[in-house]
């Protein structure tokens, strides 16, 4: 082997013991979630051991089942988006305050700030819904007193808008500290130089942020962009435990709570399974087309 080949050789070699160990761990699982989802799999099975394979005929019954497309698929996709969408703008705000504040006070915001970004998704959701309590929450409580609501209260756990109204509230709120922490990263490297020329040529704070700070940090926030969706996609303790996530209220379940009810609660793991890897191939879809209009954008360059 030539010594050009060995010097390209050598990161791989260096990176393969882990790269086995990232690979067994990931594609075990991977595969065997694409196994069940091809097998009618149930209590029986497991209990036995033995196997029933159907084929395509899991996928084929959900794709048939009008609740994926009136229920399922728009809660899990048009709650992302809406979540996506304002956990990057709220961070990249709060970034925007945080580059103007001077170094003390930015470490003192960002460690507050922070505590957000610590809190486990359980007991976040827990505090939201307690915010929202139908019987003693703070909002019945200050809307009843501002006269905007009567003594028979709102569930608002009930109906499917303000559920995931409620759900996204705790996801920004858990989400913008990374946002905010990654876009100020970004920010604090774009040349001061680039925002005094356009503040000579006239540009407002708008275009500056637009035609300067964007064009510059697009990269960043591709990447805050496709790890919200993947993690906003795949939500479920923020929706499970909130009253009627659980499959109490069918009206609301996401993928990730439905693909939990058919698999374990109704013991349905082959069905289970295939919403899985339906949920998968929509955020495998989702990345591709983020990175494919990343790296298109920065061969024009």
């Given at each position: 082997?030539s010594?050009?080949?060995?010097?390209?050789?050598?990161?791989?070699?260096?990176?393969?013991?882990g790269?086995?160990?990232?690979?067994?761990?990931?594609?075990?699982?991977?595969?065997?979630?694409?196994w069940?989802?091809?097998?009618?799999?149930?209590?029986?099975?497991?209990?036995?051991?033995?196997?029933?394979?159907?084929?395509?005929?899991?996928?084929?019954?959900?794709?048939?089942?009008?609740?994926l497309?009136?229920?399922?698929?728009?809660?899990?996709?048009?709650?992302?988006v809406?979540?996506?969408?304002?956990?990057v703008?709220?961070?990249?705000?709060?970034?925007?305050?945080?580059?103007?504040?001077?170094?003390?006070?930015?470490?003192?915001?960002?460690?507050?700030?922070?505590?957000?970004?610590?809190?486990?998704?359980?007991?976040?959701?827990?505090?939201?819904?307690?915010?929202?309590?139908?019987?003693?929450?703070?909002?019945?409580?200050?809307?009843?007193?501002?006269?905007?609501?009567?003594?028979?209260?709102?569930?608002?756990?009930?109906?499917?808008?303000?559920?995931y109204?409620?759900?996204?509230?705790?996801?920004?709120?858990?989400?913008?500290?990374?946002?905010?922490v990654?876009?100020?990263?970004?920010?604090l490297t774009?040349?001061?130089?680039?925002?005094?020329?356009?503040?000579?040529d006239?540009?407002g704070a708008?275009?500056?942020?637009?035609?300067?700070?964007?064009?510059?940090?697009?990269?960043?926030?591709?990447?805050?962009?496709?790890?919200?969706?993947i993690?906003?996609f795949?939500?479920?303790?923020q929706?499970?435990?909130?009253?009627?996530?659980?499959?109490?209220n069918?009206s609301?379940?996401?993928?990730?709570?439905?693909?939990?009810?058919?698999?374990?609660?109704?013991?349905?793991y082959g069905?289970?399974?295939?919403?899985?890897?339906?949920?998968?191939?929509?955020?495998?879809?989702?990345?591709?087309?983020?990175?494919?209009?990343?790296?298109?954008?920065?061969?024009?360059?």
């Amino acid at each position: 082997m030539s010594l050009r080949a060995r010097r390209r050789a050598l990161p791989w070699a260096l990176l393969a013991p882990g790269l086995l160990v990232i690979g067994g761990l990931l594609l075990y699982p991977l595969g065997r979630v694409l196994w069940l989802s091809v097998q009618d799999y149930g209590l029986r099975e497991l209990f036995q051991g033995g196997t029933n394979f159907v084929g395509a005929e899991n996928y084929t019954g959900l794709l048939a089942d009008p609740y994926l497309w009136r229920t399922a698929l728009p809660n899990t996709v048009l709650f992302a988006v809406v979540a996506v969408g304002a956990t990057v703008v709220f961070g990249t705000l709060v970034a925007l305050l945080l580059a103007t504040l001077r170094p003390l006070a930015r470490t003192i915001v960002i460690s507050c700030i922070m505590v957000a970004w610590a809190m486990p998704a359980v007991s976040g959701t827990y505090v939201w819904v307690w915010i929202f309590d139908v019987d003693r929450g703070i909002v019945r409580q200050g809307l009843e007193a501002a006269g905007a609501l009567g003594p028979e209260g709102f569930n608002w756990f009930a109906d499917r808008l303000a559920f995931y109204a409620i759900v996204t509230l705790n996801i920004v709120h858990h989400g913008f500290p990374f946002v905010a922490v990654t876009v100020l990263a970004g920010l604090l490297t774009v040349p001061r130089e680039l925002y005094e020329a356009a503040l000579i040529d006239g540009a407002g704070a708008w275009q500056r942020f637009w035609n300067v700070t964007v064009p510059t940090l697009r990269p960043v926030f591709a990447v805050v962009t496709i790890l919200s969706t993947i993690w906003d996609f795949k939500v479920f303790a923020q929706v499970f435990l909130m009253p009627g996530g659980d499959g109490a209220n069918p009206s609301v379940l996401n993928f990730g709570v439905w693909s939990y009810q058919q698999g374990i609660v109704q013991t349905a793991y082959g069905t289970g399974a295939a919403i899985a890897v339906l949920l998968t191939v929509m955020l495998l879809a989702v990345t591709l087309v983020y990175l494919r209009a990343l790296f298109r954008e920065e061969e024009l360059r």
